[in-house]
């Protein structure tokens, strides 16, 4: 019989999947009506706007902890929480709408001089009030194993956000505004979606205990809210910071590279939001067989995926960008591509990462501090001599510090969790990268250095496929 997990996994990575084919259709379309100076004001609302997303509390920690006081027929108790947590949100929004909003129209005067930027601001803070609660309720119903009825509102909405903003862009000129609006429209309809379909599920109560809320908030959720600020803080701190140093067309490009990597890491959400209850149980159960099983697995076939998307790169990759994004983008895909493999060498750290999360969040936030703190020491003196590449060469250099580093603590857990044959694959990983990063850096001889190359990943495929198929068995039946 195939596995929850598996079913849930097969329902987000629908949705998701989906997402990044409308990311893909539209930003075809912005960059060639709004262009990189379009994209210029998406970065300077949306980098501000992010790093409020990042500051915000998140109860997914909470909520995950708790889902076992839901199945464990305890539901009046779980209610409570369930309504103090959402209570507190509905809050916080009544507090920094205004804040925020004076925020914005400092920075459109005082700061950026462009009174222009103030509607864009407004649409872009009732998105995030909206989104804050739209979040926390798709939290509860992961956390309770449930993706199939996010996936009836989400899908809609995104459905909805495509079709208004692009009948707004091309039939209405209403230009960048068209995007936000768009995005408004879609976080509006996926709320009431989301309401109607978990009012199934659970009671919204107007309750909210001060003491309940100050209990989970010491053990659970200032942790949480820590890995939360750290989480994107590098991609849109960094980005934030840029707005300062780089000019508009720089802006831009760092602009659409960015959003275009956030939509492929999204990719890998359904595996991570999936993970949490199910480390959440083995751990309270005490299943280190278990736990050492999964992470195995998991990033054995992470690693084999991540070749594969370093092979693509290398071999079509060029052309394909060059014809998606057209001449406005010419010369960036070397950029493109650091950042690209910094998110890859991340994402192999899946299960690891999502295992710390649910485990001793505290080490994970230590771990990240570190890191962010190196790469903010370091970005303004980079940025101002080498400019976007600066950005992006370093951007690549922490997460490559950041491998050893992960799994040494995994080590110091569980001892020796990944393989020989896993570790092997990830030197071909790296090799690859390398290789693709020489040739498009350098404009070396594609077929003298490629060659080798592709015999190279070949042959560590073959040498591991009942492997590869046996984990993939695992995954769908035993989790």
Same mark, same amino acid.
């Given at each position: 019989m195939v596995g929850r997990f598996f079913k849930n996994i097969t329902y987000m990575s629908f949705g998701t999947f989906f997402q990044f084919f409308i990311a893909f259709l539209s930003t075809a379309i912005y960059i060639r009506v709004i262009g990189t100076s379009g994209y210029a004001i998406l970065g300077i609302v949306f980098s501000l706007i992010n790093i409020f997303i990042q500051l915000d509390m998140p109860f997914k920690l909470t909520l995950v902890k708790h889902n076992l006081d839901y199945y464990g027929k305890q539901k009046d108790k779980f209610e409570l929480m369930f309504s103090t947590l959402y209570s507190s949100i509905l809050i916080s929004n009544l507090i920094i709408l205004p804040l925020l909003f004076l925020l914005s129209i400092f920075l459109s005067i005082i700061v950026y001089k462009d009174s222009s930027l103030i509607p864009f601001y407004s649409i872009a803070i009732l998105v995030l009030i909206m989104n804050r609660v739209n979040i926390f309720l798709k939290h509860f119903l992961r956390a309770n194993r449930n993706e199939i009825i996010?996936?009836?509102?989400?899908? %809609?909405?995104i459905t909805l956000e495509f079709l208004s903003s692009v009948t707004l862009l091309l039939v209405f000129n209403l230009g960048v505004m068209s995007i936000f609006i768009g995005a408004l429209l879609r976080n509006l309809l996926e709320y009431f979606l989301l309401r109607y379909y978990s009012g199934g599920l659970i009671k919204h109560r107007a309750y909210f205990s001060l003491e309940l809320f100050a209990n989970t908030f010491r053990k659970h959720i200032f942790h949480n809210h820590i890995q939360n600020i750290l989480y994107d803080l590098m991609l849109y701190g960094g980005l934030f910071v840029s707005t300062f140093y780089l000019n508009v067309t720089s802006l831009g490009i760092l602009t659409i590279i960015i959003s275009i990597l956030r939509k492929f890491r999204e990719l890998f959400f359904p595996l991570s939001i999936h993970l949490w209850p199910i480390f959440s149980y083995a751990i309270l159960k005490k299943m280190h067989g278990k736990i050492k099983e999964i992470i195995k697995n998991i990033t054995f076939l992470l690693i084999v995926f991540n070749i594969i998307i370093a092979l693509f790169l290398l071999l079509i990759g060029k052309p394909l960008y060059s014809l998606y994004f057209g001449s406005k983008m010419n010369g960036t895909y070397f950029l493109f591509l650091l950042m690209m493999f910094g998110i890859l060498l991340n994402t192999s750290l899946n299960a690891v990462r999502n295992y710390f999360f649910v485990l001793d969040i505290k080490l994970l936030n230590k771990i990240n501090i570190v890191l962010i703190t190196? =790469? =903010? !020491?370091?970005? !303004?003196? !980079?940025i101002k001599a080498l400019g976007i590449l600066g950005m992006a060469l370093e951007f690549f250099a922490i997460n490559i510090i950041k491998l050893p580093i992960m799994y040494f603590f995994l080590y110091e857990k569980h001892g020796k969790v990944i393989d020989n044959d896993t570790f092997m694959l990830f030197i071909i990983l790296i090799v690859s990268m390398a290789v693709t990063l020489l040739i498009h850096g350098n404009n070396l001889s594609f077929v003298l250095i490629i060659l %080798?190359?592709?015999?190279?990943?070949?042959?560590? =495929?073959l040498l591991n496929i009942k492997k590869i198929i046996k984990m993939i068995k695992f995954i769908v039946f035993e989790i």
């Amino acid at each position: 019989m195939v596995g929850r997990f598996f079913k849930n996994i097969t329902y987000m990575s629908f949705g998701t999947f989906f997402q990044f084919f409308i990311a893909f259709l539209s930003t075809a379309i912005y960059i060639r009506v709004i262009g990189t100076s379009g994209y210029a004001i998406l970065g300077i609302v949306f980098s501000l706007i992010n790093i409020f997303i990042q500051l915000d509390m998140p109860f997914k920690l909470t909520l995950v902890k708790h889902n076992l006081d839901y199945y464990g027929k305890q539901k009046d108790k779980f209610e409570l929480m369930f309504s103090t947590l959402y209570s507190s949100i509905l809050i916080s929004n009544l507090i920094i709408l205004p804040l925020l909003f004076l925020l914005s129209i400092f920075l459109s005067i005082i700061v950026y001089k462009d009174s222009s930027l103030i509607p864009f601001y407004s649409i872009a803070i009732l998105v995030l009030i909206m989104n804050r609660v739209n979040i926390f309720l798709k939290h509860f119903l992961r956390a309770n194993r449930n993706e199939i009825i996010i996936q009836k509102s989400y899908i %809609p909405a995104i459905t909805l956000e495509f079709l208004s903003s692009v009948t707004l862009l091309l039939v209405f000129n209403l230009g960048v505004m068209s995007i936000f609006i768009g995005a408004l429209l879609r976080n509006l309809l996926e709320y009431f979606l989301l309401r109607y379909y978990s009012g199934g599920l659970i009671k919204h109560r107007a309750y909210f205990s001060l003491e309940l809320f100050a209990n989970t908030f010491r053990k659970h959720i200032f942790h949480n809210h820590i890995q939360n600020i750290l989480y994107d803080l590098m991609l849109y701190g960094g980005l934030f910071v840029s707005t300062f140093y780089l000019n508009v067309t720089s802006l831009g490009i760092l602009t659409i590279i960015i959003s275009i990597l956030r939509k492929f890491r999204e990719l890998f959400f359904p595996l991570s939001i999936h993970l949490w209850p199910i480390f959440s149980y083995a751990i309270l159960k005490k299943m280190h067989g278990k736990i050492k099983e999964i992470i195995k697995n998991i990033t054995f076939l992470l690693i084999v995926f991540n070749i594969i998307i370093a092979l693509f790169l290398l071999l079509i990759g060029k052309p394909l960008y060059s014809l998606y994004f057209g001449s406005k983008m010419n010369g960036t895909y070397f950029l493109f591509l650091l950042m690209m493999f910094g998110i890859l060498l991340n994402t192999s750290l899946n299960a690891v990462r999502n295992y710390f999360f649910v485990l001793d969040i505290k080490l994970l936030n230590k771990i990240n501090i570190v890191l962010i703190t190196i =790469f =903010f !020491i370091a970005l !303004i003196p !980079i940025i101002k001599a080498l400019g976007i590449l600066g950005m992006a060469l370093e951007f690549f250099a922490i997460n490559i510090i950041k491998l050893p580093i992960m799994y040494f603590f995994l080590y110091e857990k569980h001892g020796k969790v990944i393989d020989n044959d896993t570790f092997m694959l990830f030197i071909i990983l790296i090799v690859s990268m390398a290789v693709t990063l020489l040739i498009h850096g350098n404009n070396l001889s594609f077929v003298l250095i490629i060659l %080798p190359s592709i015999l190279i990943l070949l042959l560590g =495929f073959l040498l591991n496929i009942k492997k590869i198929i046996k984990m993939i068995k695992f995954i769908v039946f035993e989790i």
